[in-house]
Each structure stands twice: as C-alpha cells, then as structure tokens.
C-alpha cells in the first residue's frame, strides 16, 4: 500500500492545488459579480453555464487522455485554464462570461478526469476503498482551505486572478516530475437513464435534488452572505464551514445507511436539511457560533444526499452495471447543478436573500415527501451494499467505487464454484441456472 500511495503522492497534491485555485476562484467570481452589478439571475446563470461545461468536460477529456497519456493531457488542460483565466481578468459583459465559465468548466473537469483516472490506474480490489478515501479527503480539505483565500487579499484588484492563474500553472509541476502509464481502457458498459429510473426512482430523483442544491449553494451562497451584511472574513468561514461539515458527516450517516433502511433514512435527511436549510436562512439574526454550527449540519446533511442516492440505486442494480449506473447518476445530478441556480436566483428575487435556502429547503422538503411515498410502497428492499462517499465530479470517479470489483469478485467465485458442480452433475446444474435465471441487470420497483 505505501508503494502505491508513494506513486499517488503527485496527482494528489497536484489535485490540491487545483482545488485550491478552483474553489477559491468559484466563490470569488459570485461575490465579483455581485459587486459590478449583476443581478441575482445573471449570476445564476453563468454560475449554471460553468456546470455544463463540467459536464461536457467529463466525457470529452477521456477522449483525449486515450491519445496522449496523462501527464500530456493534464498540462494542456491546465495550460488552457490558465490562459482562459488571464482573458477572464478581462470580461465585461455577459456572453463573455458565459463563454468563458463554461470553457472554465470544461478544463477543471478535464483535470478531474485525469487525476481520478490516474488513482484508478494504481487502485485495485484492495486498495481502492482507502484511495477513494483520500481522494474524499483531500478534495474537501482543499475545497474548504480555499475559502479562507478571500479574507487574504483585496478583491477589487487583479490579484485575485492573479492567484488563481499562479495556481493553474503551478499545479502542472507535481505529474511532470513523475512518470505513469496509461490504464487500460475497458468496454464501456452504457444504460438507458429510464432504466435507471425504474430502477431505483428514489435513488435517481435524489441525484437530481443533490445536484439542485449544491449548485446553488456554491454558486449564490457567497452572493447570500453577502448581501445579508457579513464580512469578507465572515463570507469565507460560511462557506468553509459548510464545505467541512460536507466532509464530516459523510461517515456518521454512511454507517447509519448501512444499519438502517436506506429509504428512511433519506427521508430523514433530506427532511433535516430542509429544516436546517430555513434556519440558516434567518442566520443573519444569530450568533456567530450558532451560524457556523448550522452551517456545518446544513453541509452535512445535504452533501450527504447524492452519495446515499448512489446506494440506494446500487442496492437494485447488478453489480457488473454499477460503474454504468453511476455514471447515469452523476448526468442527473448535473443536470440538477445546472438548472439549481437559475431557480435559486428567481427565489432570492422573490423572498430577498433568503430565498437561497427557502428553495434549497422546498427541494429537500419534496425529496422527503417522496422519499416517504416510496417507503410505504411493499417493493423488495433488495440486499443492502455498503454505503461509498463518490465523488461528484466526473464518470472516471464512479470506477473509483470499491462495490464493483467487490461484487464481481464474489461473482466470479460463485462462478468457479458452479462450474466445478456442473462438471459433476450437468443436468442437474442445467436446470437450477435455467430455473433461477435473472430476467436483467435490475429489479425494477413497480407501484
């Protein structure tokens, strides 16, 4: 394992300094927009565009990684990043910004894309659950690091762009100085979404509602704490706190999942955050420690809502499809990210500030509703598969989900173990494949 982390050691950190740049950079141009005068519906809008670019970037970036390596691909994604943000210091109307957020979005996601192939390179069965883990880690820490940045310089000046294409062009340095053959690429296994959907529709509306409210939360969480009077300095620890609470009650509920019906449990989640969410509304009249604390349950529970949706769908599909129905999963939650902003805006516009977290609320509040519904319906359960915090980021992740390999390794022993029967009683074994042969790769859930 040491050997493997010693070779983990330069996409990790070069992962660090991305998100460092990236994550500052994504609450900077809200607050940026905000203070040159653009409405909430504007800034909702861009942050949108930015969310389609990462979804494009996923599936375009592997294309390139396929023919010219990693380390090839990861510095003319960076490259380009850091010369788009150069023009970025120049833009000044709305169509240039859309553009250039959307060609924003495409290089970080080319970046992810490559970073969580590279883990998936040196991960195998044994192995993978603890990279994931500090793929997780890291990711969040850096995330929220990076929000204390904006207490650190002055934002009516150049430097942040400045900082952020520094970062950019550094974060090249780390996967230069290593050397790392490519993987080897697998036959892709495609679903249909509908499939997925009768799967698991709880599974599969969560991802949409995970995607909703997290959108809007990074992208007009800084335009709500600011507009609600805080500080700079109280603007960054808002939303590190909630990014930390993001990364801290990931274990806590996973282990819950795995004792308790999982159904339930997102009924019970998803109704707390929409409690927590219209508490955190009214912030503005509370202490500071009471703010905070409910920050960090709010990201808690809410970034707790994609994963466990991930679960729930995996507890009904086939394990050979895991990877598959993922990857369908993380295109649901990014078409929420898209579309979870430009409702957002149209609530602060109506209710004020608060009307961030009045729709982050009204989503959760449905998401329980349903979630309850689903419950009371008498559909088989199926046998519950350990809960995994996967990441949101790009579908080379979901490979990074030990549940998989897991599954197909105890398949593959069931597999052994009915060949060596067969070859003593091939009738017999005939006909308890023909009698206890699967109609699909799913289940699928019926009233």
């Excluded at 609470?245 to 997102?266: A, C, E, T, V, Y």
Aim: some cysteine; hydrophobic content about 50%.
């Amino acid at each position: 394992m040491m050997s493997i982390l010693k070779q983990l050691v330069a996409p990790i950190f070069s992962l660090v300094i991305v998100m460092l740049g990236n994550g500052f950079f994504t609450t900077f141009v809200s607050i940026h927009l905000l203070n040159v005068g653009y409405s909430n519906f504007i800034i909702g809008l861009i942050a949108s565009s930015y969310f389609a670019g990462l979804l494009m970037g996923g599936f375009l970036a592997a294309k390139l990684i396929r023919q010219v390596g990693f380390i090839r691909s990861f510095a003319t994604f960076a490259s380009s990043l850091t010369a788009l943000l150069m023009i970025t210091s120049f833009v000044n109307n709305v169509p240039e910004w859309f553009l250039v957020r959307f060609l924003g979005g495409l290089c970080i996601a080319g970046l992810f894309v490559v970073i969580e192939s590279w883990l998936l390179l040196f991960s195998n069965i044994k192995t993978r659950g603890k990279i994931l883990a500090i793929y997780m880690t890291a990711l969040y820490s850096a995330h929220a690091a990076s929000q204390y940045l904006l207490d650190w310089m002055n934002l009516d000046t150049i430097a942040p762009f400045a900082l952020v294409i520094i970062l950019s062009a550094i974060s090249i340095i780390p996967v230069s100085m290593m050397r790392a053959e490519s993987p080897t690429h697998t036959e892709n296994v495609y679903l249909n979404p509908i499939e997925v959907l009768k799967a698991s529709p709880l599974g599969f509306v969560s991802a949409i509602v995970g995607g909703i409210v997290l959108s809007s939360f990074y992208s007009l969480g800084p335009v709500f704490a600011t507009q609600v009077g805080f500080k700079m300095s109280q603007v960054a620890q808002f939303m590190a706190m909630t990014m930390f609470g993001g990364l801290l009650l990931q274990w806590p509920i996973g282990h819950l999942s795995d004792i308790f019906n999982r159904k339930n449990l997102m009924v019970f989640v998803s109704f707390t955050c929409a409690i927590i969410a219209l508490g955190l509304g009214l912030s503005i009249y509370y202490p500071t420690w009471v703010t905070l604390t409910l920050c960090i349950l709010f990201g808690g529970f809410s970034f707790t809502i994609y994963p466990l949706g991930i679960t729930l769908a995996c507890d009904r599909i086939d394990s050979k499809n895991i990877v598959a129905a993922t990857g369908v999963l993380l295109i649901a939650y990014s078409g929420g990210s898209i579309i979870g902003p430009l409702i957002a805006s149209q609530f602060m516009n109506l209710f004020g500030p608060i009307g961030l977290y009045v729709s982050c609320s009204l989503f959760c509040m449905l998401l329980s509703a349903y979630g309850s519904y689903r419950s009371k319906l008498k559909i088989d359960q199926g046998e519950q598969k350990d809960y995994v915090v996967v990441p949101r980021t790009t579908p080379v992740a979901n490979e990074l989900d030990p549940r998989s390999d897991e599954e197909g390794a105890s398949n593959s022993q069931d597999s052994e173990e009915k060949s060596d029967e067969e070859a003593q009683s091939e009738n017999k074994e005939s006909k308890i494949i023909d009698a206890s042969k699967p109609n699909g790769p799913f289940e699928a859930e019926t009233g």
